[in-house]
């Protein structure tokens, strides 16, 4: 399992890393309007700007407000020792002044933020209102358990072992696909949500009569 997470970690950090550096501004822009376009279609114009000015709120008082977003661009803006000694500039030192590559480079990566802010918040919508259905979906399957241990019915390993690995790959699937700067259809998030409460039945079905 720490293995299995540290790879998961790797892999979120190069997403990030490749994102910030190579995912032109073009693309985010594209998949911005695509993903709109299907979340208008599914949720409907005005709950999809409810939701979209919760996720935004959520980026001012995380990342705006706090004052690390406004930080961040401090790191790549050249001091007024440096604009005297390379072109003779003084004034004061704004964002309009961040060489191009870098502005751009981080232009993109905070609307990535605010994009992967978004897509949070939907699952956490959808696993509130379906979530609570697991418990029905795990109490149905211990009693199937029970059922078995009373008759020459056994537990299956391999649909305990392979729901079990199944479930990981939905969550671990589900998380490098919200930071990829890729449009999302919203039917994916309450699918996954809904798959998950069927793949908790079958672990409790089939969970073995000696732990």
């Known amino acids: 399992m720490p293995k299995s ?16 550096l190579i995912v032109p501004a073009r693309l985010i822009t594209w998949c911005n309007e695509k993903e709109t376009a299907w979340l208008v279609d599914f949720y409907g114009a005005r709950l999809t700007s409810e939701m ?4 935004n709120a959520w980026f001012q008082r995380l990342f705006v407000d ?3 977003m406004n930080y ?9 020792e440096e604009l005297l000694y390379q ?7 704004s964002r309009t002044g961040l060489p191009g590559f870098a502005k751009g ?26 979530a609570p259905l697991w418990f029905w979906h795990a109490w149905d399957g211990w009693q199937a358990r029970n059922v078995k241990k009373h008759t020459f019915a056994y537990q299956s390993p391999f649909l305990h072992t392979y729901s079990l690995m199944a479930s990981g790959a939905i969550w671990t699937g589900l998380i ?36």
């Open 5 to 20: 997470i540290l790879i998961g970690a790797l892999v979120i950090v190069l997403e990030f890393i490749v994102g910030a």
């Open 52 to 55: 979209r000015n919760q996720a």
């Open 66 to 68: 706090s004052g690390i």
């Open 176 to 211: 490098i696909a919200v930071m990829l700067p890729l449009p999302i259809h919203p039917a994916i998030y309450p699918g996954c949500t809904i798959l998950q409460g069927i793949l908790v039945g079958l672990i409790a079905a089939n969970l073995p009569k000696r732990i």
């Open 105 to 130: 480079r981080l232009d993109v990566f905070w609307i990535e933020i605010q994009q992967i802010i978004e897509r949070l918040l939907h699952i956490a919508v959808w696993f509130i209102t379906i």
């Open 87 to 93: 072109a003779n500039i003084v004034n004061t030192v």
């Open 72 to 80: 961040s661009y401090l790191f790549v803006v050249p001091t007024k």
